[in-house]
Nanobody, 123 residues
Framework: QVQLVESGGGLVQAGGSLRLSCAAS????????MGWFRQAPGKEREFVAA????????SYADSVKGRFTISRDNAKNTVYLQMNSLKPEDTAVYYC????????????????WGQGTQVTVFS
């Protein structure tokens, strides 16, 4: 069982930056691949970024590539999403997810999900 708690969301002007954090329960955090998803108002949940156990492999949605960076610190049981050059289109609830395996699963087939944190970008 893995519990995930997102933080760092808020209100930011377009072009600004935010860093989201996802704190996981200490138990076996390093044994999980991690991902970030988001769900905008009126839209379905979409993939944002993912990272392998070691952090050596990452992937991004085309819409955020070059602007967002996913990273993890296994010693702190935390995964991050650095969000730069934010756009109003990035406004969404952002969810952290965990998968018990070395590599991120296809689609959204993760084992555990956080409660989400709101990111609002205004222009």
């Amino acid at each position: 069982q893995v519990q995930l708690v997102e933080s760092g969301g808020g209100l930011v002007q377009a072009g600004g930056s935010l860093r989201l954090s996802c704190a996981a329960s200490r138990r076996t955090f390093s044994m999980y691949a991690m991902g970030w998803f988001r769900q905008a108002p009126g839209k379905e949940r979409e993939f944002v970024a993912a990272i392998s156990w070691s952090g050596g492999s990452t992937s991004y949605a085309d819409s955020v590539k070059g602007r967002f960076t996913i990273s993890r610190d296994n010693a702190k049981n935390t995964v991050y999403l650095q969000m730069n050059s934010l756009k109003p289109e990035d406004t969404a609830v952002y969810y952290c997810a965990a998968y018990k395996g070395p590599l991120p699963p296809p689609y959204d087939r993760y084992d555990y999900w956080g409660q989400g944190t709101q990111v609002t970008v205004f222009s």
